[in-house]
T-cell receptor
Framework: NAGVTQTPKFRVLKTGQSMTLLCAQDMNHEYMYWYRQDPGMGLRLIHYSVGEGTTAKGEVPDGYNVSRLKKQNFLLGLESAAPSQTSVYFC????????????FGSGTRLTVV | GESVGLHLPTLSVQEGDNSIINCAYSNSASDYFIWYKQESGKGPQFIIDIRSNMDKRQGQRVTVLLNKTVKHLSLQIAATQPGDSAVYFCATSYGKLTFGQGTILTVHP
């Protein structure tokens, strides 16, 4: 089935550990996004990419890095996890300018202890 | 900066009732508005959208109303069903999307 796939679905990290979240899409979308979702707050944009090899900062980029080496993949890295990064992370993709056409993954629930 | 807020964090209705979920936004330059539905354990899914040159748009059992004067939009769901239980987000756009906090809709059989 076409869509956005996120791995892993769940993860528990200790403070200071590192990890990478993987997002893969098979719709040939140019744009990809990483959001975090916290209780009582809307989705907040962490980083985004408008094409292979390009990345840009969103609203809350601190503590995260991203890479888009292949068009279909967008990786989100946490170099030194902090409890404040406990959240649910969503990846999305879209064609340029197609705001209606955001396709979201099912999320990664990350807990940092 | 732009902010998007919802008037009520939770809404409980009986099956068959109509539901109304509200959203206020702050950026008067926003030109595009979307409602998303998010079921438990899933990512948001597109429901309906409206452009700033419209004040009403209807879909299947859903209607979005836009009042640009007071910067408010609402989502109306007719004959609400248990399968409509979810979190509903509004999102506004002036360039890229800004999401509201979400309203939890619970439909009781």
């Amino acid at each position: 089935n076409a869509g956005v796939t996120q791995t892993p679905k769940f993860r528990v990290l200790k403070t200071g550990q590192s990890m990478t979240l993987l997002c893969a899409q098979d719709m040939n979308h140019e744009y990809m996004y990483w959001y975090r979702q916290d209780p009582g707050m809307g989705l907040r944009l962490i980083h985004y990419s408008v094409g292979e090899g390009t990345t840009a900062k969103g609203e809350v980029p601190d503590g995260y890095n991203v890479s888009r080496l292949k068009k279909q993949n967008f990786l989100l890295g946490l170099e030194s996890a902090a409890p404040s990064q406990t959240s649910v992370y969503f990846c999305a993709s879209s064609h340029p300018g197609r705001l209606r056409g955001y396709t979201f993954g099912s999320g990664t629930r990350l807990t940092v202890v | 900066g732009e902010s998007v807020g919802l008037h009520l964090p939770t809404l409980s209705v009986q099956e068959g009732d109509n539901s109304i979920i509200n959203c206020a936004y702050s950026n008067s330059a926003s030109d595009y508005f979307i409602w998303y539905k998010q079921e438990s354990g899933k990512g948001p899914q597109f429901i309906i959208d409206i452009r700033s040159n419209m004040d009403k748009r209807q879909g299947q059992r859903v209607t979005v109303l836009l009042n640009k004067t007071v910067k408010h939009l609402s989502l109306q769901i007719a004959a609400t069903q248990p399968g409509d239980s979810a979190v509903y987000f509004c999102a506004t756009s002036y360039g890229k999307l800004t999401f509201g906090q979400g309203t939890i809709l619970t439909v009781h059989p």
